[in-house]
């Protein structure tokens, strides 16, 4: 049984769809008791970093997230806004993340001669860093679907496993033992996002 955390910042329709393509359960709340139980997390989002955290603090969600990761130390997978979380903090706000990985979130900035479009938005080409159950029988041409302004900046090389290009290189994919972190859209990524969700419900 996988747990989706629903903190009321993300698209739950489309992450349930893509676990029942491949055959597996899953639990949409916010219900402590209910997260207090779970064998697995997965925490998404779209918005603002200080909502979210907002939103999880409402909840009274932040305590047993962080207790489910770092003592129990149960899988935990963040997509997108989820994987920004997991930082300790964001340029896009001022209150603090949930500090699982050490990092922060910065905006993308670019020079006026290399001035692309904010949000990073469309398809990408992912960057093996090192290997990790979550990514390594993805073919060597696998691309996600991305829609961000911000992105994770990992104070440990040792927690990067996969990065893209968008006018610079960025953090695209981390982990640090159970606590996992994609920045793209698996749920949106058809086949790639397919496997990768694949291997976090199996290998982990």
Not at 34 to 50: M, Q
Not at 56 to 75: D, S
Not at 138 to 145: A, H, N, T, V
Request: aromatic letters at 8%; charged letters at 20%; hydrophobic letters at 40%.
């Amino acid at each position: 049984m996988i747990t989706i955390i629903d903190y009321r910042m993300g698209n739950l329709g489309s992450i349930t769809n893509m676990l029942n393509k491949i055959g597996v359960e899953c639990l949409v709340t916010n219900n402590i008791t209910e997260v207090e139980r779970a064998e697995k997390l997965i925490l998404l989002g779209v918005g603002s970093f200080d909502n979210a955290i907002n939103n999880l603090n409402q909840l009274n969600l932040i305590e047993v997230i962080k207790h489910k990761a770092i003592n129990e130390k149960i899988p935990i997978l963040g997509i997108c806004l989820g994987m920004q979380l997991l930082s300790e903090k964001s340029e896009e706000g001022s209150l603090p993340g949930l500090s699982l990985i050490h990092g922060e979130v910065k905006k993308f900035k670019f020079s006026e001669l290399n001035a692309l479009k904010i949000p990073h938005m469309g398809w990408n080409l992912v960057n093996k860093v090192q290997s990790n159950p979550l990514i390594d029988n993805l073919p060597s041409d696998s691309r996600f679907y991305f829609v961000h302004s911000y992105h994770f900046v990992c104070y440990n090389k040792s927690d990067i496993l996969l990065t893209t290009n968008y006018g610079y290189e960025f953090v695209s994919a981390i982990a640090k033992s159970n606590i996992l972190g994609v920045q793209f859209h698996p749920e949106k990524s058809h086949r790639f996002g397919l496997q990768l969700l694949k291997n976090f419900v199996e290998q982990y």
